[in-house]
């Protein structure tokens, strides 16, 4: 019954690594984002995604790309691990981009 | 640059009493404001928002006051409770700009209740 559901929980790896979140909604929503929540706690929009356009946060470094196979699923790639990319990141839908966002649990990624 | 700033890392208030949270903001574009709950290893939580066509919006225990002039927005829990006790997002987006730049969030307030 999860409306919003993020695979794995906890992610650790090596510096250098290509890694891929996964995150699925069954809310129905048409619109889905990628959240990083840093050292700081600051919790900050990366993308929203929705009827297949994308939106992007010009300070996202282009090693972080999404991919939607469908309305329900937003994964997230993330290519040539860095240090400083230790976060927690949270998926969230809403059913059109002005409403309400529901959070998935987050996926926490250490590298190492 | 902090556009959305709660400026309290943490309050402590005891059970059965009032728990008012407050959140600043500096861009005047933001038109719709929310307050998110988070526990520890969970996602925010949806709990009230406002817009800002409105300056008080009640839901339960939980309200939410907007002063536009001020740039301020508060939330008032009563009666405090045990299960209160998280950490409290206040969020900020532009409604009327068609909300396609996600929401942004404060720091987060970190709510004690004491028994």
């Known amino acids: 019954d999860t409306a919003v559901s993020q695979t794995p929980k906890y992610l650790v790896t090596q510096m250098g690594n290509d890694k891929s979140i996964k995150c699925e909604q069954n809310l129905g929503h048409d619109t889905m984002y990628w959240y990083k929540q840093d050292s700081k706690k600051f919790l900050k929009i990366m993308f929203s995604y929705n009827n297949k356009e994308l939106i992007i946060n010009e300070t996202v470094p282009n090693r972080f790309s999404p991919k939607s196979p469908d309305k329900a699923h937003l994964n997230l790639h993330i290519n040539s691990l860095e240090l400083g990319d230790s976060a927690v990141y949270f998926c969230?839908?809403?059913?059109?981009?002005?409403?309400?966002?529901?959070f998935g649990p987050g996926t926490r990624l250490l590298v190492l | 640059d902090q556009q959305v700033k709660q400026n309290s890392p943490s309050l402590s208030v005891q059970e059965g009493r009032i728990s008012i949270l407050n959140c600043d903001y500096t861009?005047?574009?933001?038109?719709?404001f929310l307050w998110y709950k988070k526990y520890p290893a969970e996602g925010p939580t949806f709990l009230i928002s406002i817009s800002s066509i409105k300056d008080k919006n009640e839901d339960g225990r939980f309200t939410v006051f907007l002063n536009k002039s001020a740039k301020h927005l508060s939330l008032h829990i009563v009666p405090s409770q045990p299960g209160d006790s998280a950490v409290y997002f206040c969020a900020a987006s532009q409604y009327s700009g068609g909300g396609a730049d996600g929401l942004t969030f404060g720091k987060g307030t970190h709510l004690i209740i004491q028994p």
């Open positions: 969230a839908s809403s059913q059109r981009p002005v409403e309400t966002q529901y």
């Open positions: 861009n005047s574009m933001f038109d719709y």
